[in-house]
């Protein structure tokens, strides 16, 4: 059975910094398109970054470049999100979300939406405060 867990999230100050960790256990694919995504109330869940886990090919939303990383550890079912220079407006549920693609260079392209992915984890809390 797969499963992915979020862990990591907590409570700092405007400027500093969290690292969000992903695991999906039990997950057998070669290829696969693996994304952050955050939801404030009353908002709807947004893409935060993504990577597809054959080339490492990131994107990320325009709001969190130059300040967010996302990775992978070297057994590729290991997320993570390193967040730097934290925002008050980044405060928010942060999830996590696999699935499998196929093995071409563009397969993580259209992994813009929640519903897009086959797994999903339960998200952890960020709070940044002012």
């Known amino acids: 059975q797969v499963k992915v867990m979020e862990s990591g999230g907590g409570s700092v100050q405007t400027g500093g910094s969290l690292t969000l960790s992903c695991v999906a256990s039990?997950?057998?694919?070669?290829?696969?398109?693996m994304g952050w995504f955050r939801q404030t109330p009353g908002r709807e869940r947004e893409e935060v970054a993504r990577?597809?886990?054959?080339?490492?090919?990131?994107n990320y939303t325009d709001s969190v470049k130059g300040r967010f990383t996302v990775s992978l550890d070297s057994d590729m079912n290991t997320l993570f999100l390193q967040m730097n220079s934290l925002r008050p407006e980044d405060t928010g549920m942060y999830y996590c979300?696999?699935?499998?693609?196929?093995?071409?260079?563009?397969?993580?392209?259209?992994?813009?939406?929640?519903?897009?992915?086959?797994?999903r984890g339960q998200g952890t809390q960020v709070t940044v405060s002012s």
């Open positions: 979300a696999a699935s499998p693609v196929k093995l071409l260079p563009s397969a993580c392209a259209s992994f813009t939406t929640w519903s897009a992915y086959t797994h």
């Open positions: 039990g997950y057998p694919f070669t290829a696969n398109c």
């Open positions: 990577i597809y886990t054959r080339t490492a090919i990131t």
